[in-house]
Structure formats: structure tokens, C-alpha cells
């Protein structure tokens, strides 16, 4: 059983910067593949990025590449998302999630362990 904490939402002004971060317990860390996830209101969860278990090879949605960077210290058993240029559009609720597949998920249905979310509000 694998626990996950998200930490490092706010409120941040548009074009600003925020650093998410997930740490994880009960597990053993570098047997998953990380991702993140973000939920705004009315709209269904959509994944944003994720890193490989193995590689640390990573993955982006469209509407984050090059203003995102998803990276992991397996020796803090923790991930990142560093969050760049942020627009009022990133508005969401951000989940970290694990999935004990061989690669990186983009579909949410394929994470096994879920964190409780943090709040990311950009203002405009």
C-alpha cells in the first residue's frame, strides 16, 4: 500500500510559479511510475504529466509542455512538478497518483494509488 502527499498548491498570479511536490510512503518508491493529474471544476480529471519508474523518462500533456517539468528524487521518495508561465486556464485541483504498470499511464483508470489533491488557482 503505497500513500501519497501532495504539497505546494496556491493562489499565484498569471505567468507566475509553483512547485508541486509528492511524497510517497508504505512502498517501495521506484517500483512505480508517477504521474499528475488535475481537476477543474465541472470537468473531468485530466492527466497532465508523468515519469517513468525506470528511465525517469517523462511525459506531457499538449497544454503544458515546455511550462511544465515533472521530475523524482527516488531517495526522498518524492516527485515534482515544477509549474512555469502559469495561466488562469491551470486552475485545478492537482493529484499525484502511482501506477505499477511497466510505462507511464496517461488515463487515470490506470493508477493504482491516488494522493488527496492540491489546490492550484491562477489568477488573471
Known amino acids: 500500500q503505497v500513500q501519497l502527499v501532495e504539497s505546494g498548491g496556491g493562489l499565484v498570479q498569471a505567468g507566475g510559479s509553483l512547485r508541486l511536490s509528492c511524497a510517497a510512503s508504505?512502498?517501495?518508491?521506484?517500483?512505480?511510475?508517477i504521474g499528475w493529474f488535475r481537476q477543474a471544476p465541472g470537468k473531468e480529471r485530466e492527466f497532465a504529466a508523468a515519469?517513468?519508474?525506470?528511465?525517469?523518462?517523462?511525459y506531457y500533456t499538449d497544454s503544458v509542455k515546455g511550462r511544465f517539468t515533472i521530475s523524482r528524487d527516488n531517495a526522498k521518495n518524492t516527485v515534482y512538478l515544477q509549474m512555469n508561465s502559469l495561466k488562469p486556464e491551470d486552475t485545478a485541483v492537482y493529484y499525484c497518483?502511482?501506477?505499477?504498470?511497466?510505462?507511464?499511464?496517461?488515463?487515470?483508470?490506470?493508477?493504482?494509488?491516488w494522493g488527496q489533491g492540491t489546490q492550484v488557482t491562477v489568477s488573471s
Open positions: 508504505g512502498g517501495t518508491f521506484s517500483n512505480y511510475n
Open positions: 515519469i517513468s519508474r525506470v528511465t525517469s523518462s517523462t
Open positions: 497518483a502511482a501506477a505499477g504498470t511497466l510505462l507511464p499511464q496517461v488515463t487515470a483508470g490506470r493508477y493504482d494509488y
